[in-house]
């Protein structure tokens, strides 16, 4: 695909519904000359002289989308979740690694000399703290929740001048995530208890995860998050159990191990003491899918897989496998799509 670059000049629209406000931001009418606003999630406008030469990353989901517009060659410094992700790291093989997502260390990111830091919302501030005294600006869009994922996506189109591919990538996304929408309407959504990544911690109904069960009428039982117990599972009795650890630890989960991690984690749950009696349990509802497909730019596929094990193929034939296969056709990557989600659909 010719990934055509282009800026596009920020329209910012501010919407307020149930007392939150959503900034919706249309970059695709920019040119690639001049100065350019890079609007965030929360509104607030980061301009630059030009667009950036020099970037550093610290979220890999922002990283993926870099990927995705073709534009990592602009990536000078990367966190260790980065460096360390078995996907992401080869596209930056030059980057420094600056450390910590969250606490990175401020003399390698001045080493690396860029005019854009890429960070998380919730550091964003530490973060431009310890930069004062310099030129380096940061920008929050870390791409991890459904909620921000096209604002954001475009955020990061307008900063690495590849506002057209942020088009086609919000374009792709939303066309997935409405097509489950409109498949899921005058359904009846079954209960489930997500499991995060550590055994009985509940994901709540603020978690970006849960935000994927919401688009397809699912009812979060612990809507609270927090740790919970067999017996509170129980008596929830849920009818479907799925656990969302990283891509690494469905791999391998223990060190050594020659079966595979989501094998050892579905067993580990079927196979949880004082759960037997649950209906999840009872009817074989229990599901691992992969972090990757529930938070950051994938999380149009954990939609559609949580739609497949609920209800069945969409109207349309289309699977999670087929939605992950054109996403790496669309957009020239080879991401893993046949071992998301386990047992295999």
Known sequence: MDKNKGIALAIVIVIVAAGAVYVLVD????????????????GKVVTFDSVPDRIVCLSTYAAEIIILYGAEDRVVGISS????????????????NVGSFSSPTTELIISADPQAVITYSSSNDAIIESLSGTSIKCVAAECSSMAKMT???????????????????????????DTVTDAVKGKTGPTVYMESFSTWSATGSSSAYSLVLDAVGGTNCFPGGGTVS?????????????????????????????????????????????????????????YIICSQLVGGP?????????????????????????????YNETFDVDFSYADMVYPLL
């Open 230 to 286: 067999a017996d509170s599972v129980t008596s929830m009795n849920p009818e479907y159990i799925i656990k969302t650890p990283t891509k690494v630890s469905m791999t391998n989960k223990g060190s050594g191990s020659t079966i595979a991690g989501a094998e050892i984690y579905y067993d580990e749950i079927m196979g949880q003491a004082g759960l037997a009696s649950v209906d999840a349990i009872i009817n074989d509802n229990v």
């Open 298 to 326: 994938r999380c149009f596929a954990g939609v559609v897989a949580m739609y497949n094990i609920f209800y069945g193929d969409l109207p349309s034939g289309t699977d999670v496998y087929d939605v992950l296969l054109d």
């Open 27 to 42: 970059n695709t009418g920019n040119n690639n000359s001049g100065s350019i606003s890079v609007t965030q999630y929360d």
């Open 81 to 96: 979740s980065v460096a360390t992700n078995a996907e992401l790291a080869p596209y930056f093989a030059d980057a420094v």
């Open 151 to 177: 604002v954001e996506a475009t955020a990061i189109g307008v900063l690495v001048g590849q506002s057209e591919m942020a088009k086609t990538y919000c374009d792709f996304f939303e066309n997935i995530v």
